[in-house]
């Protein structure tokens, strides 16, 4: 296939290319000083997703266009160069610096006139002098047979319209088929695997529309309706403390939920699915006929991390992410830096590292650029010696700070553990907790427009119930 080459160093400025428009990627946008560098992101993605209130937007808690922004809201407000694609990276070669995508959906470009042609059928490269690499992770099934075919997953908006559809799909099948059918008890049995927060949190939400909403529209099926959340662990939340783990299953087996701890998924059919219960020595199998399966049980690699892996020497086990150094660059290479899920800082694989490394990744490039020939001196210097050129200009390694974790179990109970590094500021569960969790979620977000929205969708829902229609 031809592969058009896109020339954007002509101004004698070096080229930063980042690939991703999640939570990595728009947070180093932000932040960065883009006068000094011509800025390109490649994303097939044209919107910035503020993940943590994915799990509302099933039921309509909160509208899925609440928590989306579009890249042009933030590339529009930099100086300088900035130029988006819209397009999916296939290849990155670190031999030559120069990064393949494919399928140019569209091409924005911030600052003046457009030079390139977007084009939808051939692959497209551009040079870059220095890369960051924030593709993020993709769902995880383990290999499980299955999943792929018959599970939904809970990672970006389509997924979350699939879910909506399927679930008003099952109850309104099941309303149509008498009391004591096998069939309509299939059809009720929603089936949530993984007891992270992913799962708690969509479990939580389905509950609460079922409590609150679902119970005036269809009051003959809500008794009907089961949640089964099933987790392979002895305890779901397995980031929090003990104290507020038990907490949580306490207030998920007072709602529609029925949590199943020490349970796996071992398979899945397309009417049932088979889990295993250890208790003691002893492993209980049970096959369970299910109406809706949502699995999250956790992120895996993307193909084009395994892909660049696979390129670099220092990169044996990717299986977490690209190996970084503590300058966030990823080991063996002298220009390419990795950030969020598809970074392996032996962090979790949460918003908040992704946010603060790329924060941390704008004040490395601000130095960087504070010395002209620095990535001159960089690409002359062997492999060995980048870390100690990084420290010439007065690079820091970078220093996560842990503030905490939170997580919504519903019935409009949440459960946090507020820190500051090593100092516990607040931990704790219930009521008052749910609403410092709004608030701190509110003060996450990036955007004072998404900001604005979400806490009119709270608004409305106080008043009007949820919005959950098929189709929308
Ligand atoms: P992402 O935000 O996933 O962004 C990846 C970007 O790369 C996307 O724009 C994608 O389109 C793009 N991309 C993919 N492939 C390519 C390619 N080949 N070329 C170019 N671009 C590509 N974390 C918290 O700290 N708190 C929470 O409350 C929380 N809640 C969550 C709720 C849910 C439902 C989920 C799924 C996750 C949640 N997380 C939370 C985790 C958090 O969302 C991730 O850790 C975070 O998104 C990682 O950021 P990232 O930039 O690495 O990846
Ligand atoms: P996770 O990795 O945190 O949890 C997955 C769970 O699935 C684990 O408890 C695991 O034991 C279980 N599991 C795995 N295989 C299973 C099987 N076959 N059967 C039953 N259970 C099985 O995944 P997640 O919840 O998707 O979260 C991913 C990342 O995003 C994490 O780092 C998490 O902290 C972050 N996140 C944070 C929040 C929040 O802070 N509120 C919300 C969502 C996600």
């Not at 987790?231 to 783990?245: G, I």
Request: with cysteine.
């Amino acid at each position: 296939k031809r592969i058009i080459s896109y020339n954007h160093s002509d101004n004698g400025k070096p080229n930063i290319v980042i690939l991703g428009t999640g939570w990595g990627s728009i947070s180093l946008l932000k932040n960065i000083d883009s006068s000094k560098y011509n800025i390109i992101i490649i994303s097939p993605r044209n919107y910035f997703l503020f993940t943590p209130l994915l799990p509302s937007c099933p039921v309509g808690t909160v509208d899925e266009k609440s928590i989306m922004e579009p890249v042009v809201n933030f590339a529009s407000k930099k100086k300088g160069d900035v130029t988006y694609y819209e397009a999916e990276a296939t290849d990155i070669d670190p031999s030559n610096n120069s990064i393949t995508f494919k399928s140019v959906n569209n091409a924005t470009s911030l600052s003046g006139e457009l030079k390139i042609k977007p084009n939808t059928s051939d692959l497209a490269s551009v040079h870059y002098d220095y890369l960051v690499v924030g593709v993020g992770a993709t769902p995880n099934t383990f290999g499980i047979p299955g999943v792929e075919e018959h599970g939904f997953f809970l990672k970006e908006i389509p997924d979350s319209k699939k879910i909506r559809n399927k679930f008003v799909e099952c109850v309104e099948k099941a309303n149509l088929l008498p009391k004591g059918d096998p069939e309509r008890k299939k059809l009720l049995t929603i089936v949530v695997v993984g007891g992270g927060p992913t799962g708690v949190e969509t479990a939580g939400e389905l509950s609460d529309f079922i409590e609150q909403d679902l119970k005036h529209i269809m009051p003959n099926i809500v008794d009907e309706l089961q949640i089964l959340l099933l987790e392979a662990m002895p305890n779901v939340l397995n980031m929090f403390e003990t104290k507020l783990t038990k907490y949580a299953a306490k207030v998920l087996s007072e709602t529609a939920i029925d949590l199943r701890t020490s349970t796996a998924v071992t398979k899945v059919e397309d009417n049932f699915l088979i889990a295993k219960t250890k208790k003691g020595e002893s492993v209980k199998e049970e096959n369970i006929p299910y109406g809706m399966l949502i699995w999250a049980t956790g992120n895996k690699q993307r193909p084009i991390v395994q892909s660049l892996a696979k390129k670099i020497p220092d990169q044996s086990d990717v299986r977490r992410g690209l190996v970084v150094n503590e300058n966030l660059l990823v080991k063996g290479s002298k220009n390419i830096f990795a950030i969020g899920d598809c970074s392996n800082a032996k962090l979790a694989p949460t918003a908040q590292v992704a946010h603060q490394e790329a924060e941390y990744l704008a004040k490395v490039f601000s130095k960087i650029a504070s010395k002209p020939s620095f990535t001159e001196q960089l690409s002359k210097s062997d492999v060995s010696r980048v870390p100690a050129v990084f420290e010439s200009v007065g690079i820091k390694p970078f220093n996560y700070i842990h503030l905490g974790a939170l997580a919504y179990l519903g019935s409009e109970k949440a459960i946090a553990n507020v820190t500051y590094g090593k100092r516990n500021l607040y931990s704790g569960g219930g009521l008052f907790t749910f609403f410092v969790w709004r608030v701190l979620y509110v003060s996450m977000i990036l955007s004072v427009r998404s900001r604005f929205k979400v806490c009119a969708d709270w608004l409305k829902i106080a008043f009007f119930g949820r919005d959950c229609f098929k189709e929308l």
